[in-house]
């Protein structure tokens, strides 16, 4: 599988690290070079230094070849516009961004994006361990 990630942050980067150890051909897309550092000294995969929601930078980054993109920044609003972008530009076929604001999910959904919510997670993991 071709996986295009934005972001260089500790998720991010664990999800390249996962997907690359698991043979998959990853692109991480960061906006600030130091954040590739977290990156294994073995990573196989390609990093591009770069703002996500530029059309230019992400055909650069292959996307108008990758199965999916993964948008992991803290930003909401720029998540969910790399993702729109790779969704409705590129065609992408998998896109899934991260969002912090729940009250976004619903509309989130309505723009026929797939939204993690790492707050909800967490929460649903908490409880799901209470009932052990």
Do not use: W
């Amino acid at each position: 599988m071709n996986v295009v990630i934005m972001g260089s942050g500790r998720v991010a980067s664990e999800l390249a690290t996962l997907l690359d150890e698991e043979g998959h051909k990853v692109t991480v897309i960061g906006i600030e070079s130091f954040g590739f550092d977290k990156l294994p000294a073995d990573f196989h995969g390609k990093t591009v230094l770069g703002d996500a929601t530029d059309e230019g930078l992400l055909r650069k980054a292959g996307l108008q070849s990758a199965d999916a993109f993964i948008a992991l920044t803290r930003d909401d609003n720029r998540n969910a516009m790399a993702a729109q972008i790779a969704k409705h530009i590129f065609g992408v076929r998998k896109v899934m961004c991260r969002i912090y604001d729940l009250r976004r999910e619903e509309f989130y959904k309505a723009l026929g994006l797939e939204a993690i919510s790492p707050i909800n997670v967490f929460a649903r993991l908490v409880r799901g361990r209470l009932e052990e």
